[in-house]
């Protein structure tokens, strides 16, 4: 896929991992920068074999380091892609199935790494910068999400004791959803 000359709205990412497969698209009006970066780093392989490296039930998981890559020698959490990107806050809200980038201290600090909300995380909005949401595979993100945890290099209780890695991450055309109060609209049995 020609990422320069292809509209980034209309492509969709599957991210294909050990628990299943997360289908998510973009927002590149709210966040050109993070959603061109993402999609240059899926289609050259940097995400493939990158596990979930820090868990928080009914807050995020979170991915993207390659510092977590079987082999790597650096702290998970840590890693990056060489480059930072500039904020590009927007008023998306950070709720169940977006997708948001990571960062440090510094807002401009973002790279590589994202995490996925798994409930209402409203206290980040404004925040850190929303660049896509999960259209397809909730059921992943639960199953990633229920996996237990221990205490990690912070403290914090979010060191998965089982490794999830994103397989690969395909890049197509984005396919046409019913969009029309996804929750309303009971499609889905596992709902």
Do not use: W
């Not at 990056?80 to 980038?101: K, T, V, W």
């Not at 995380?121 to 404004?126: E, K, M, V, Y």
């Not at 059921?139 to 237990?148: C, F, K, Q």
């Not at 395909?170 to 049995?189: H, W, Y």
């Amino acid at each position: 896929m020609d990422l320069e000359s292809t509209d980034h709205a209309t492509i969709e990412a599957a991210l294909v991992t050990d628990k299943g497969t997360m289908v998510v698209t973009f927002f590149p009006e709210q966040a050109p920068k993070h959603v061109e970066s993402f999609l240059k780093l899926a289609q050259d392989g940097f995400y493939n074999g990158i596990s979930f490296h820090r868990i928080v039930r009914n807050f995020m998981i979170q991915t993207g380091c390659p510092n977590s890559k079987e082999g790597a020698t650096g702290q998970p959490g840590t890693g990056g892609p060489g480059y930072n990107l500039p904020a590009e806050f927007n008023d998306i809200h950070h709720e169940r199935g977006i997708l948001s980038m990571a960062r440090a201290q510094d807002p401009n600090s973002a790279g590589s790494q994202f995490f996925v909300v798994h409930g209402d995380a409203s206290f980040l909005d404004g925040q850190y910068t929303v660049f896509g949401k999960v259209e397809d595979g909730l059921d992943v993100l639960d199953a990633i999400a229920s996996i237990e945890c221990e205490f990690g290099p912070g403290g914090e209780k979010s060191a998965p004791q089982e490794r999830v890695e994103i397989q690969s991450v395909e890049l197509r055309p984005r396919q046409e959803r019913n969009t029309e109060g996804e929750e309303a609209s009971n499609d889905n049995p596992a709902d």
